[in-house]
């Protein structure tokens, strides 16, 4: 029988409302530092963060540490400082923004401090509104459910005639999955040269690319999106057994993309200067809506192998148990970061709030393709989640121009 859930939505489209600041700073949050500040104290000592102040049209307020809690006061008189639109910081109470939507769209404006100190507070908000730990070292334990009390083996992966009820306790315990051998390679090649096929028909802005400049001074297409339309081997593959089980390992009724951009297809270059090729360690939820969609299932489909000279996959298991900041890994975080190395024909799965990165190649380029699947809709329409919705795409499909990937990993 399959129990193995993944659903950890809170929230629904009743749930979105206009937050006054004001009315949020002089009375809400006071009541929640009351009811939730226990929840958020012990992962905010450990996080050692300085005074903070949010800076909008209708006030000013600064959030600080105090000995055994929250303490909040007008003003902006904080180390480090953001300025918010009334909407925006609306936006974040409801969950449909977060730090990472401004840095991505090249829009975050903080007169004192960085992101790091946005992130650091945004984790105690979400804690203090949510209802919701922040993380501390050692909360997150990984048991194997199949074995009472025994420490589960991170580096393990699973091939077809493995058991779903085992690989899906897995999934929710770690939050990520390597599936070996589980599509045909000789599928892998053929769906390469498709790729080749296609790469002359996507050009820089056509709204269905990413591209990035590498140090040979080429400007290379690294994303094609709705790839399935390129090839007859990656339709088969999308209604395939092999592909919709993965799906049906858990009791959610998760859904495989049906349309539009289905599936993306990766080619990682080496030494990328400018643009994302391989993103840096981030959640899928990292823009906003964590609480409406996660978790979502993205799979990544090994076209050519992966290693740590070539463009794998990490992931920090338990992330998606863990309220930590949605991008960049915070030094001296706890919990482990395992390398996915693939095959070809391999498959990694990770949950959306999973904490991922690729590793920019040195030695070989990488093919693979991204797709996934999301939770079924708990309601039809939802006009404040679509706009928001879009405004997330509208930010991420901007990525590649706004932000450049660092220089690649050299070790
Ligand atoms: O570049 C990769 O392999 C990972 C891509 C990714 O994580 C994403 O597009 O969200
Ligand atoms: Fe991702």
């Known amino acids: 029988m399959l129990v193995v859930s993944l659903d950890l939505r809170t929230r629904r489209e009743a749930d979105i409302r206009t937050v006054g600041v004001c009315a949020f700073f002089a009375d809400e949050l006071p009541e929640l530092i009351a009811r939730h500040g226990h929840l958020a104290m012990p992962g905010a000592s450990e996080l050692g963060i300085e005074p903070f102040s949010i800076v909008t049209p209708s006030g000013a307020f600064t959030l600080s540490l105090g000995r055994d809690t929250i303490v909040l006061r007008p003003g902006d008189d904080g180390a480090a400082s953001v300025v918010l639109d009334d909407a925006d910081f609306s936006d974040i109470v409801n969950d449909l923004k977060t730090p990472m939507t401004f840095l ?3 829009t975050l404006r903080m007169s004192r401090g960085n992101v790091g100190d946005f992130l650091d507070w945004w984790v105690v908000l979400r804690s203090l509104i949510d209802g919701r730990a922040v993380h501390t070292r050692g909360a997150i334990a ?12 991170l580096a393990r992966s699973f091939t077809p005639s493995d058991d779903d009820g085992e690989i899906a306790r897995f999934v929710a315990e770690t939050g990520f999955l390597h599936l070996r ?12 040269a498709d790729m080749d096929r296609a ?35 990656v339709r088969d593959l999308l209604t395939s057994d092999a592909f919709l089980r993965i799906g049906r390992m858990f009791s959610d009724g998760y859904v495989a993309r049906a349309d539009g951009n289905c599936i993306e297809a990766l080619v990682k270059p080496i030494g990328v200067i400018e643009g994302i090729s391989d993103v840096p360690w981030h959640k899928d939820c990292s823009l906003g809506m964590h609480s409406y969609r996660c978790c979502g299932l993205t799979t990544g489909i090994s076209v050519t192998g992966a290693d740590a000279r070539s463009g794998q996959l990490r992931v920090v298991a338990g992330s998606h148990r863990a309220l930590v900041q949605p991008a960049f890994v915070r030094r001296g975080s706890d919990l482990p970061i395992i390398d996915l190395p693939t095959a070809t024909g391999d498959v990694t799965v990770h949950c959306s709030c999973t904490m991922h990165m690729a590793q920019p190649p040195v030695d070989r380029e990488r093919r693979v393709m991204y ?3 999301a939770l079924p809709a708990h309601e039809a329409g939802g006009e404040a989640q679509q706009r928001a919705m879009a405004a997330i795409g509208a930010v991420r499909e901007g990525a590649y121009k706004t932000v450049s990937q660092q220089p690649g990993h050299v070790a």
């Not at 990984?142 to 083996?153: E, I, K, P």
Request: aromatic residues 14%; contains cysteine; negative net charge.
């Open 104 to 106: 991505t769209a090249g």
């Open 142 to 153: 990984f048991r194997d459910a199949n074995r009472d009390g025994v420490a589960l083996d």
């Open 181 to 192: 051998g589980w599509f045909d390679p000789q599928l892998m090649l053929e769906i390469s």
């Open 199 to 233: 790469l002359p028909t996507y050009t820089r802005d056509d709204g269905r690319s990413w591209w990035a400049r590498t140090a040979t001074g080429d400007d290379r297409c690294v994303r094609m999106q709705y790839f399935q339309e390129h090839s007859a081997g």
């Open 371 to 373: 797709t996934g699947f």
